[in-house]
């Protein structure tokens, strides 16, 4: 699947040097001239994901090995938990604009048949971050992705991270961190599992 084109760069360059006109500086100078085209960059990119759908995502990363074909099968590994922690992305909060940040993404499923290419599952997070996100959505967005993907409901995904918006302003409670977790089929109803999931995050 190819990428689409940009979000529109003219018109970031023009918001940005409207903002800078807005706080009382002046974008002609020589320390901000190049200012405006450096924003449209930025948000650009770090905003990719919005030009996607949860199904697009999907269909970019759906980068599966058969587990009847590509992998020999040992034991019970149909219903063995596979877990990836320490996925770090950021993102940034709808409701002010601000930078998430340290956010630290586990995800876990059982296979159906199949598993995904470690690689992908990062990359699914980081391009879900790379909307104008709350972190609960975030999670639930990287888990609906892992599900169509998968072809299971039974995925779990648990973020924990500090908001800009909490951090640097408001309450500045500098050290706060949000934890938020989005459970699904067996990680919902099974508790023993969801024990199992937070044990081997401890390690």
Not at 71 to 76: D, Q
Request: charged share 30%.
């Amino acid at each position: 699947m190819e990428r689409k084109d940009l979000l529109n760069m003219e018109k970031l360059e023009q918001v940005a040097r409207q903002f800078l006109e807005i706080v009382d500086e002046d974008p002609d100078r020589e320390g901000l001239i190049e200012t405006p085209k450096r924003v449209a960059k930025y948000w650009a990119e770090l905003l990719e994901g919005q030009k996607y759908t949860n199904d697009e995502i999907a269909e970019m990363y759906d980068k599966c090995f058969d587990l009847e074909e590509d992998i020999p099968l040992t034991g019970t590994l149909r219903e063995d938990l596979v877990v990836e922690t320490g996925i770090t992305i950021f993102s940034h909060c709808e409701h002010h604009l601000a930078l998430m940040y340290d956010l630290d993404v586990t995800i876990a499923y059982i296979p159906n048949n199949k598993v995904i290419g470690l690689s992908k599952m990062a990359r699914i997070a980081e391009m879900v971050g790379k909307r104008l996100q709350l972190q609960e959505k975030i999670g639930s967005d990287i888990a609906d992705i892992m599900k169509k993907v998968l072809g299971t409901e039974d995925v779990a995904v648990l973020i924990k991270g500090k908001h800009g918006c909490m951090t640097a302003r408001g309450a500045k409670a500098r050290e706060a961190i949000t934890k938020t977790s989005s459970l699904h089929g067996k990680f919902l109803n099974n508790s023993s599992l969801r024990i199992e999931l937070l044990n081997l995050m401890k390690h």
